[in-house]
């Protein structure tokens, strides 16, 4: 891990050292913004905030159109809890370009997380429509938990289905819509998603608490001790009865 670590932060020298090197020699601010936007992220990835915000904020002052820097300066902020700021750079991205994915669904993301649900989905369902996004069905499912956090069931449900429709084998989307089918007390549609679910994905201590509680409502007794006897065994710490 060390040598990994090492290497890593060579490499980044190594680029910075290319950086004040081509700068020196040709007057190319967009280049060099590039490679510095480069550098924040790689110091961003590695949780190593202020560094990352450092090599940012050069490749702004070299290039204030820099989508790049705009977009994983906004992930610093958002991390440093500086949600002002987060958002002032997720909305200067997407002035450069209204259509990147990867901005539109980060800013979904963070919109998500501060509980502004209708301004989410507007940014997530944008990130379905473009032409670059190869995986629709997770903007649909990141919108699907978003509704939950907002508890709005109802629009959860209807994302779930999308994502789902797209591609059947998504663990979360599943697992969610067994929970929610509960609730509703549909519980064989309860049962049949869970079952999809534990047929693709290891069961949890989660999954099988939702077993238990399924085929209890159910009156299944036999069903029941078999969800009971795995989580003893396979989570022998936890207390089922």
Known sequence: MMRITLLVVLSLLALQGCVQQQFRSVDDKDKAAEIYSDLGLGYLRQGKLDLAKQKLDRALELNNKQIEAHHYIAEVYK?????????????????????????????????????????????????????????????????????????????????????????????????????????????????????????????????????????????DKAARQEYVDKLKRLFPHVDVE
């Open 79 to 219: 991390q440093l809890e500086e949600y002002e700021l987060a958002e002032k750079h997720y909305t200067q991205a997407l002035s450069i370009n209204p259509k990147d994915p990867g901005v539109l669904n980060n800013y979904g993301a963070f919109l998500c997380q501060r509980s502004r649900f209708e301004d989410a989905e507007k940014h997530f369902l944008q990130v379905v429509t473009a032409k670059r996004y190869r995986t629709p069905e997770l903007a649909y499912e990141n919108l699907a938990l978003c509704a939950l956090r907002t508890d709005n069931v109802t629009k959860a449900e209807e994302y779930f289905r999308k994502a789902l429709g797209i591609n059947d084998q998504l663990s979360k989307s599943l697992f969610q819509m067994s929970n929610i089918h509960l609730d509703k007390k549909d519980y064989l549609r309860s049962r049949a998603f869970l079952q999809r679910y534990h047929d693709i994905a290891s069961p949890t201590e989660q999954s099988l608490k939702l077993g238990i509680k399924i085929e209890e409502s159910l009156g």
